[in-house]
């Protein structure tokens, strides 16, 4: 369990499976950015049997707000695998939890949490350059703009370009030291 100002997160507790699959299979909460893909409900429930969404190279944790209340969830996973890297990924459950924080505080909870537990020298955001928010937590958390990729990523019928945002082992990191 990683605990920051405004967010708990934990990894996926049986209790709160069929709130995650209800979330992760509910279009609406997508957004306009997040793919629009779903995994069915026996292949959510069949791979938490077999590792709670957490294995070595990869994990889901549940972003909790401080009532207690389900926020949302982040996760990392290997983009390719020979990479030294991570890729992160976040989704709010609702418009009525965004601009609070919540997701810039997982980001950097998990940023600390990755590279004080994993060897691995970095972590990237894969982010759709309208999506403005994504942009300023890449900013906020530290992440340097790396370039563009055209047409990598398919949403709504098409294929759009994404930003690539990095953050090294090395780099400073701004929660670190609040100007």
Known sequence: MLKGERVVLRPVRERDLAAFIAAHTDISNRGEFFPLGVQPESVLRR????????????GTLLIWDRDDVLVGHIEFFRPVNYWDAYELSYQLYGPEHAGQGYTTEAVRLLVDYLFAAKKVNRLSLVIVPDNTPSR????????????TARGAFFNHGHNVDVHIYALLRDDPRPWHNPT
Do not use: L, P, V
């Open 47 to 58: 791979t938490y049997a077999e590792t709670g969404f957490w294995e070595r190279d990869e």
């Open 136 to 147: 300023r937590i890449a900013d906020k958390c530290g992440f340097q703009f790396e370039g």
